[in-house]
């Protein structure tokens, strides 16, 4: 890659080295554009007769097109890719989607290549429409070989994000508590709609039970019976484990217990089971306040029907300190 100046009458078609401003300070063209022939005439208007431009080599590959195959390969779901000024490529959702990432994969791709990519956060929740990561090529060019070998990389271990789609989710809820069937709903019934809220959400069924095993197995039989993508149970007392009312609960609808304890605060004391391929989330002191907590963490995910796993929770610890 060579920067060279020219005459404006030869520049169309070349890269601009560097941006150039009208006299008052406002910017004509930025860095790394292509001209074109209304350019040329742009720049003869304003005075200019010279032109600072990047010529490349054989071997290299403009900014703008290395980014595009590359926004195209690293990512799928419901995205559409849209390009962006000084070699970015910017990804959009197509509709409300939890986003997956392979962190490992894109900790490689960023030391390895002359293209770097940045995207939301692994399980976040983003609506449609949202940006959920950017491309950008160092200034220019790259070298197509690199460009190659990073498209290669890609091609064999798969993408590095997933925009997965949250369509039409239902959230069933169930409000226990020792003493009376009606006060976990009294207490939690504000918070959990503000939670769900956040995601567009508002639960779907609600059931209250007297927080005894038998009573907490009948109102999960009940949920499961209306097939929601998740049940939540929003319980007054912190469990011990698996072992208590609500994890016996739990074992006797043909939960398979996934994790207990999660290494985030709040929300340390989460159990999670799958009855088939629906989870069922106790999360006790989670319903109190609407700040962050665990629940915020997995619900994306789980909404778009995606099994967390108990070692992806685990993973949580990193970042886990929420408050």
């Known amino acids: 890659m060579r920067a060279q100046t020219i005459a404006i009458g030869e520049a169309a078609g070349r890269l601009l080295c560097c941006p150039i401003f009208r006299p008052g300070g406002k910017k004509l063209l930025a860095k790394g554009h292509l001209i074109r022939p209304e350019d040329v005439e742009l720049m003869a208007n304003e005075g200019l ?23 195209l390969a690293m990512a799928c779901g419901s995205l559409e890719v849209r ?41 976040s929740y983003v609506p449609a429409g949202g940006r959920v990561a950017t491309v950008k090529s160092a200034p220019f060019a790259v070298l197509r070989e690199q460009l190659d070998a990073l498209l290669s990389v ?4 798969g993408p590095i994000l997933q925009a997965r789609p949250i369509a039409d989710p239902a959230v069933g809820v169930l409000y226990t508590d020792p003493l009376s069937s009606e006060r976990g709903r009294q207490l939690f019934e504000s918070v959990m ?26 109102g999960l039989l009940h949920l499961l019976r209306a097939q929601p993508t998740a049940i ?3 319980s007054t007392t912190a469990p011990a484990g698996p072992d208590d009312t609500v994890g016996r609960a739990m074992a006797r609808v043909g939960c398979r217990i996934e994790r207990f304890l999660a290494p985030v605060e709040p929300g340390n004391l989460l159990l999670l089971g799958y009855a088939g391929d629906v989870p069922v989330v106790s999360a006790p002191g989670c319903y109190r306040s609407a700040k962050t907590n665990i629940v915020d963490l997995i619900l994306p995910p789980l909404l778009a029907r995606y099994p967390v796993s108990g070692w992806e929770i685990a993973c949580l610890g990193h970042g886990g300190l929420l408050s």
């Open 154 to 157: 890609l091609e064999k271990r």
């Open 83 to 123: 390009p962006a000024a000084g070699g970015r490529a910017n990804l959009l959702t197509t509709q409300d989607c939890c986003v997956l990432v392979d962190d490992e994969l894109l900790k490689e791709v960023n030391c390895a290549a002359s293209v770097v990519i940045a995207t939301a956060p692994n399980f």
């Open 193 to 218: 709609r503000q939670r769900l809220g956040r995601f567009g959400l508002a639960p779907r069924f609600a059931l209250t039970a007297v927080e005894e095993e038998e009573q907490v197995t009948k």
């Open 232 to 234: 939540l149970v929003a």
């Open 49 to 71: 007769q010279h032109v600072w431009v990047t010529v490349l080599d054989e071997d290299e590959v403009s900014e703008d097109d290395a980014v595009l195959p590359v926004a």
